[in-house]
C-alpha cells in the first residue's frame, strides 16, 4: 500500500480514537496511542516495522516543536514571583522520582547502565492534564493546587534537560564507539552546552525575525523554519536539538512581549503532527514485549511514585512549607503523558536494541494514570481540604 494513502488511515483512525476518548474522559492522546496499536504490527498490521524508520523525520520535527513549546514555559519574571520554594520542592520531587527509577532498573532488575538511565530521565516529567481537570471540577484551592501547575511546568523543562543528557551520555556508551576516558564526561557537556548556546542565538535571531513578521501566517513560517533550523544544525554540529530548541524557546518567550502570538499560531499547525506522533508510539508498542517486561513495568510504576511522594514530603520540610503540600502535592504529579512518550518514541533513534521495552513501559503506566489518575487526584485535594478553597489556609 502506498505510504501516503497509510498516512491518510492513520490520521483518519487517529482522529476517531481520540474523539472517542474523550468520551470517556481521556486524553486524546491515548486514543491516538490506541489507534497506532491496533493499526501497527501488533494488529492489523497496517504500519510494520519497515514503514517505521521512515516516518523518524515526523517523530523529530513533532518532539522539535515540544520542546519548543516547553521553553516558553520557562519564563524567569514568573519564576522570580513565585519564588525558591517551589523550584526547591520540583528539583527534589524529581530528583527522587530519578534516583529511585535508576536503583531500581539498575540494583534490583540488573538492567544495563544505559537504559537504566534512560528509563531514570523518562521519570522526571508529569502530565497534570487530568488532575488539573478534576481540582476545576471541584473549584479547589489551597496550597495544594496552588504549587501544582509551577512545578509541573519546570518538571517538563527538567526532563527533557535531563533526556538529553541521557542521550549524550548513551551516545558516548554506544557499542562500537571509540572513546577514551576524557571524552566520557567532554562530549556529554560539550553536546548539552553546545545545545544551549545554539538555541540563545537561534532565540536571539528569532526575537528579531519575528517582530518584522507582517502578519500570523509569515510569522508562523519563520517559527517553523527556525524550529527546523535549530533541529538540522545541532544533529549537524553534534549537539542536543532538544536543548537548542528549549532554550530558544525561553529566549523567545523572556525578550518578547507578545510572544503569544508565536506558540498560537504554532498550536494551528500541531494537531496533525502530534497525532501522527502518538499514532507512531502507539504503533511501536509491541505486546509480547509487554508480557516479557512485566515486572520492569510494574517495578518502573511503583519505583516512580515512591520517589515523587519522597522527593516532595523532603523538599517541602527544607523549606518548611505547608502541611499539606507535604502528604498531597506528590499524588498529584504522578500522571505521566504526552511529552514522556515523545521521549520515548525519539529514544527509539538511539536505543534500537531496547526502545521496545522502554516504549511498553511508558505507554502501560501512561494509560495507567490517565485511568486512576483522577481518583488519585479527588482524593488528595479531598484530604488536603482544598475542595472548593476549603484548604486555602491550612499550615
Not at 487530568?130 to 471541584?138: K, N, P
Not at 499560531?265 to 499514532?279: C, D, I, Q, S
Request: charged share 10%.
Amino acid at each position: 500500500m502506498d505510504m501516503l494513502l497509510k498516512l491518510a488511515i492513520v490520521v483518519l483512525v487517529g482522529c476517531l480514537a481520540g474523539r472517542l476518548t474523550k468520551t470517556f474522559k481521556l486524553s486524546n492522546i491515548f486514543g491516538f496511542v490506541i489507534a497506532g496499536i491496533v493499526l501497527g504490527p501488533s494488529c492489523l498490521k497496517l504500519l510494520t516495522n519497515q514503514d517505521l524508520p521512515f516516518l523518524k523525520i515526523v517523530v523529530e520535527i513533532a518532539v522539535a516543536i515540544l520542546a519548543f513549546k516547553i521553553g516558553s514555559e520557562f519564563v524567569v519574571r514568573d519564576m522570580k514571583k513565585l519564588g525558591a520554594p517551589f523550584v526547591i520542592i520540583t528539583f527534589a520531587e524529581v530528583a527522587g522520582a530519578v534516583v529511585l527509577v535508576f536503583c531500581a532498573m539498575f540494583f534490583l532488575f540488573k538492567q544495563d547502565f544505559v537504559f537504566s538511565l534512560m528509563m531514570a530521565s523518562l521519570a522526571a516529567a508529569t502530565a497534570p492534564v487530568a488532575t488539573i481537570m478534576v481540582m476545576r471540577q471541584y473549584r479547589s484551592d489551597g496550597p495544594v493546587t496552588r504549587m501544582l501547575l509551577p512545578v509541573s511546568a519546570l518538571d517538563g523543562v527538567l526532563g527533557v534537560v535531563l533526556f538529553s543528557v541521557a542521550i549524550s551520555i548513551a551516545r558516548t556508551f554506544a557499542p562500537g564507539a571509540d572513546v577514551g576516558a576524557w571524552q566520557v564526561l567532554a562530549r556529554p557537556l560539550l553536546e548539552i552546552a553546545g545545545g544551549l548556546v545554539l538555541g540563545v542565538l537561534l532565540g536571539l535571531a528569532l526575537t528579531f525575525l519575528g517582530q518584522k513578521a507582517g502578519d500570523s501566517d509569515e510569522l508562523l513560517v519563520i517559527t517553523l523554519g527556525m524550529i527546523l533550523a535549530a533541529t538540522g544544525l545541532a544533529k549537524s554540529l553534534a549537539l542536543s536539538p532538544l536543548l537548542a530548541n528549549i532554550m530558544m524557546g525561553t529566549v523567545l518567550v523572556n525578550l518578547t512581549q507578545n510572544s503569544n502570538r508565536v506558540f498560537f499560531g504554532l498550536n494551528h499547525f500541531t494537531p496533525p503532527v502530534y497525532l501522527l506522533l502518538f499514532t507512531i508510539a502507539g504503533s511501536s508498542f509491541d505486546l509480547g514485549v509487554l508480557w516479557n517486561a512485566a515486572f520492569l513495568v510494574v517495578g518502573y510504576i511503583l519505583a516512580r511514585a515512591a520517589g515523587k511522594f519522597a522527593g516532595v514530603w523532603l523538599g517541602s520540610r527544607g523549606i518548611r512549607a505547608e502541611a499539606a503540600v507535604g502528604k498531597y502535592l506528590g499524588a498529584t504529579l504522578l500522571p505521566q503523558g504526552g511529552l514522556s512518550i515523545a521521549l520515548a518514541v525519539l529514544a527509539r533513534h538511539h536505543l534500537p536494541d531496547s526502545s521496545a521495552v522502554v516504549i511498553a513501559i511508558i505507554i502501560v503506566s501512561g494509560l495507567l494514570y490517565e485511568i486512576i489518575g483522577p481518583i488519585i487526584a479527588k482524593t488528595a485535594i479531598q484530604r488536603a481540604g482544598e475542595i472548593r478553597g476549603m484548604g486555602s489556609t491550612i499550615r
